[in-house]
């Protein structure tokens, strides 16, 4: 295990290796883990993130700088960082968790990252610890938008409908899937005014009134940038195609479709 390589990574050197060992080490590996260190990381990554944004956006209230912190911090944003740190090769597991993928396991890379930043905290202290998290965050910052950030398809979609003054969507169950113990959902989405009618799927109702959401702004900003105009003063046919899985904008003009796209399962 080539822990030079993770330091040149975090761009951080240990003082103490052991508390680099430590913050490495599961439960499942040895009595000296990693769960108090997780514990102290996850607050100083709150810390640090807040300062982030507070400096960073400064139009933004507090409600939505809320959301963007919650967003950044959860459990799959520091997978993704854990990823692209490889820290799934440097783990320490016990042979259980090593023999069913624990080194894949999201929470647990996720914990983990957590606590090396812990760690660094303990040997180099505050300011190396933000340091390192802002090298994390920051080229995220820059490459996404605050307003959309950890907002989900069906909030995206009525806040989208509300900027055009269009009424909000309808969601209505078409059909259930499966047994009772895996059920799949599968959600009409309406946006009457500009004819729009998708379908998603889900293995809860949430979850594919989610998809049916994402697809229907998908096709409904699509429909706006082609022909706004047309689109406004439309009215729906009557009339629906309703074929699963497909999305439709229709306008009273009897042209094509100007977009169509599958649903996405989620």
Do not use: W
């Not at 998290?133 to 979609?157: C, E």
């Not at 509300?162 to 059920?183: E, F």
Request: glycine letters at 8%; proline letters at 3%; a positive charge.
């Amino acid at each position: 295990m080539n822990l030079q390589l993770l330091q040149t990574r975090l761009s951080y050197t240990f003082q103490d290796a052991g508390l680099l060992q430590q913050a490495l080490t599961h439960r499942s590996h040895s009595s000296v883990h990693n769960e108090r260190l997780e514990f102290l990381g996850d607050s100083i990554l709150n810390c640090v993130v807040a300062s982030i944004l507070y400096d960073r956006y400064l139009d933004i209230d507090e409600g939505d700088l809320s959301r963007l912190r919650a967003n950044l911090v959860k459990q799959q944003s520091l997978f993704e960082i854990a990823q692209k740190l490889e820290l799934s090769q440097f783990l320490r597991l016990g042979e259980g968790e090593l023999k069913s993928g624990g080194f894949r396991r999201p929470s647990i890379l996720a914990d983990t990252l957590e606590a090396l930043l812990g760690a660094i905290y303990i040997d180099g202290g505050f300011n190396q610890a933000r340091d390192v998290i802002r090298s994390f965050y920051i080229p995220i910052l820059d490459s996404v938008d605050p307003q959309t950030l950890g907002k989900d398809a069906k909030t995206l979609l009525q806040e989208f409908l509300q900027s055009k003054k269009i009424s909000l969507p309808q969601y209505n169950v078409i059909a259930t899937h499966g047994a009772a113990h895996s059920q799949e959902f599968e959600i009409e989405c309406l946006v009457p005014k500009l004819g729009i009618q998708v379908f998603g799927r889900g293995g809860s109702r949430r979850a594919g009134e989610q998809a049916a959401a994402k697809l229907a702004l998908e096709v409904a900003e699509q429909a706006l940038q082609k022909a706004p105009a047309a689109v406004r003063k439309s009215k729906p046919r009557a009339a629906q195609l309703k074929l699963a899985g497909i999305a439709t904008v229709q306008t009273n003009d009897g042209a094509n479709p100007p977009s169509s796209a599958k649903a996405a399962n989620k």
